[in-house]
């Protein structure tokens, strides 16, 4: 299908691309690599009149080692994730989520600040940053602030962010010990259920997506652990599970305990 009519602008900075935001209100939509963003367009879900591109900002595809955390640019592909050696050597549990995002022309395209912006319920990376304790650098016309993950998914489609504001890159902690599982859909490899498990000490970190409208920290696994996989049994406790065609209820709280216990195994 073909889009409405659109302006299309490319930004070359990030603060002309806030200001662009500014101006044009709800009627504009952020542009990096339009993964999520063109189909709902072709589909007509979603009709912006501007189009404001940032994938040629300077500086938002980089990937570097700032005061002993891994910051990674907004504009960064899926693919750029998966094959940098910083990210293997030092949060490789980032670079296992990224080689299981879709296929290889959407790993070229998608980014890790689109993905996390547009926050779908079923996106593979929301786990794996909820269970770093990553940051969201975001700015606006008010300056630049920083998110701590657990405030920035609020919903499903929905985040912290303001109307004005972009995502300019994202900051991790070094993670030596991680591991992400995920059972996928099988056209679109969506997470029906993904979870992401970071381990320190005798201490986990439990990400999961795909489970309920808002991705989550699994505080019944995370607290029930031992030592033990079994501490599993815990990662829907006082969740309210989905259900879709591709899972009801019953069926994506088992995949979810199956999901949760093969990341805290590994």
Same mark, same amino acid.
């Given at each position: 299908m073909i889009p409405a009519k659109f302006d299309y602008i490319k930004a070359s900075s990030v603060s002309e691309a806030v200001d662009l935001l500014d101006k044009h209100g709800f009627d504009a939509k952020i542009l990096s690599g339009g993964h999520s963003l063109i189909p709902a367009m072709k589909l007509r879900l979603n009709r912006p009149e501007v189009l404001i591109d940032i994938s040629g900002i300077s500086g938002m595809d980089s990937i570097t080692e700032e005061g002993g955390e891994i910051v990674i640019g907004a504009n960064c592909t899926h693919h750029d994730i998966a094959t940098s050696k910083l990210v293997n050597d030092d949060l490789n549990i980032l670079a296992q989520t990224a080689k299981a995002i879709g296929d290889i022309q959407v790993r070229n395209r998608g980014t890790l600040g689109g993905s996390l912006a547009h926050a779908d319920p079923a996106a593979d990376y929301p786990a794996t940053v909820l269970a770093c304790d990553a940051t969201v650098v975001a700015e606006g016309k008010k300056g630049q602030r920083s998110i701590p993950i657990s405030d920035f998914f609020q919903g499903i489609f929905t985040t912290a962010l303001e109307d004005d504001e972009i995502i300019?890159?994202? *900051?991790?902690? +070094?993670? +030596?010990?991680?591991?992400?599982? +995920?059972?996928?859909?099988?056209?679109? *490899?969506?997470a029906v259920v993904g979870v992401a498990v970071v381990k320190s000490g005798n201490e986990v970190k439990v990400g999961i997506t795909g489970v309920a409208d808002t991705p989550y920290r699994a505080k019944g696994v995370e607290n029930a652990y031992n030592g033990s996989a079994d501490a599993a049994d815990h990662a829907?406790?006082?969740? %309210?599970?989905?259900?879709?065609?591709?899972?009801?209820? %019953?069926?994506?709280s088992h995949l979810a305990k199956v999901m949760t216990k093969r990341a805290l195994e590994a």
């Open positions: 300019t890159s994202i *900051r991790f902690p +070094k993670v +030596k010990n991680g591991n992400y599982q +995920k059972f996928f859909q099988s056209a679109s *490899r969506f829907v406790d006082n969740v %309210e599970v989905m259900s879709d065609h591709f899972a009801d209820v %019953e069926y994506r």
